[in-house]
């Protein structure tokens, strides 16, 4: 019964990755996404990793989508203005990732006698275990993986500061658009330093 | 929990290893066949998301936490990385008005 479940999950994920790449337009790419994220998460909970479905959940299908989507509809992207590849580039992807793909099935074949025998007693993806271990001997990574976070947000802050003096100053040039142009203007200095 | 146990009894290991060797080799495929940065920034999660799922495999059938611990941080950083990486695209679109990849073969406007 599980070995169906893993079947189903495995084939949606491949083919909805599939898509991910050969679909022309944008907004269907980030949906497919989402479906090959959604079937992770049903293989992590297959695996008993409770928490990290969660988590996966949360941060794959729920933000990092989320914001992708935006981004696509923030720049109007769709199938007419989608940058197409020529048909002989194309087949040199196919074919090197086919190669790739030979390659790293070669080298793990021969490790398949080495596989170990796992034991039933498996909970050690519930909150609770992962947690102590979490908050025990992965502490400082998981402070520094803090301060990474904070360090994300203020270079994306920093970026779309930038971004927002440059639509400012071609609001200002060109005289175009009512709506932008009637913002206040703040001088250079400000925004770049300090 | 018997049926957890079941559960990971029914799926070997090996078939794991296929899936995310498949799962890379679509992300790889992507980078290369597609020219949309974005498409391109998808196909580079699917490929942390294979190993992600490689990593929960073997942290599972090893009965050894350290792996999840460590998919919870690759998270993180891809979090990180999608947050950063966005904000660089967006500056890039207005000054370029296209997220082509070829137009940023010279790294300068």
């Known amino acids: 019964m599980t070995l169906y479940a893993f079947y189903f999950l495995a084939f949606l994920s491949v083919l909805s990755a599939l898509m991910v790449v050969f679909s022309r337009n944008p907004i269907y790419n980030v949906l497919y996404l989402v479906i090959t994220f959604l079937c992770v998460g049903g293989h992590y909970l297959l695996l008993s990793a409770d928490f990290l479905f969660a988590v996966h959940i949360i941060v794959y299908a729920g933000a990092i989508m989320v914001l992708f989507l935006y981004v696509i509809m923030l720049l109007n992207l769709n199938k007419e203005t989608e940058p197409q590849k020529n048909t002989f580039f194309k087949f040199a992807a196919i074919i090197t990732a086919g190669l790739l793909m030979i390659v790293i099935v070669g080298a793990l074949r021969a490790s398949e006698a080495a596989m170990v025998a796992f034991d039933n007693h498996n909970n050690i993806g519930l909150v609770k275990n992962l947690g102590k271990m979490l908050f025990n001997e992965f502490l400082l990574p998981f402070e520094i993986v803090s301060l990474l976070l904070l360090t994300a947000m203020v270079g994306a802050v920093m970026l779309g500061k930038n971004h927002m003096k440059r639509v400012k100053e071609v609001a200002k040039n060109k005289n175009g658009r009512a709506t932008i142009s009637t913002l206040p203007v703040q001088p250079v200095k400000e925004l770049t330093h300090e | ?109």
């Open chain 2, 1 to 109: 929990m018997n049926n957890v146990s079941e559960a990971i009894q029914g799926v070997p290991l090996n078939y794991y290893i296929w899936l995310s060797t498949t799962l890379f080799v679509i992300g790889v495929l992507g980078v290369l066949y597609r020219r949309n940065v974005i498409i391109i920034f998808m196909c580079i999660e699917l490929m942390l998301n294979a190993v992600n799922l490689l990593m929960v495999a073997f942290s599972a059938h090893h009965n050894e936490g350290s792996g999840q611990v460590f998919v919870f941080f690759i998270m993180a950083v891809a979090a990180a990385e999608v947050a950063v990486g966005l904000a660089i695209l967006i500056v890039i679109y207005n000054n370029t008005k296209s997220t082509d990849i070829n137009i940023l073969n010279k790294l300068k406007w």
